[in-house]
């Protein structure tokens, strides 16, 4: 029974490894995209800030 457990633990190892490696090297390039669109319409509403807006003085 020991050597059988000397055996799964190189066994859990290596498929620990591989779903770690496929997870690693998904790829993430897919919300970039969205996310830029959305921030180049935040700062496009930043820089059309009504000028008679409350807060708009500055200090």
């Keep these: 029974m020991a050597a ?3 055996l799964l633990i190189p066994l859990f190892a ?3 490894a591989a779903i770690w490696g ?3 090297a ?3 390039t897919t919300g970039d995209i969205a996310e830029l669109n ?3 319409r935040f700062r496009d509403a ?9 807060g708009s003085d500055p200090v």
């Design 38 to 40: 959305g921030y180049a």
């Design 46 to 54: 930043m820089e059309r800030a009504v000028p008679g807006a409350p």
């Design 14 to 16: 290596v498929v620990g």
């Design 4 to 6: 059988l457990a000397w």
């Design 22 to 24: 496929s997870w690693a």
């Design 26 to 28: 998904r790829d993430r």
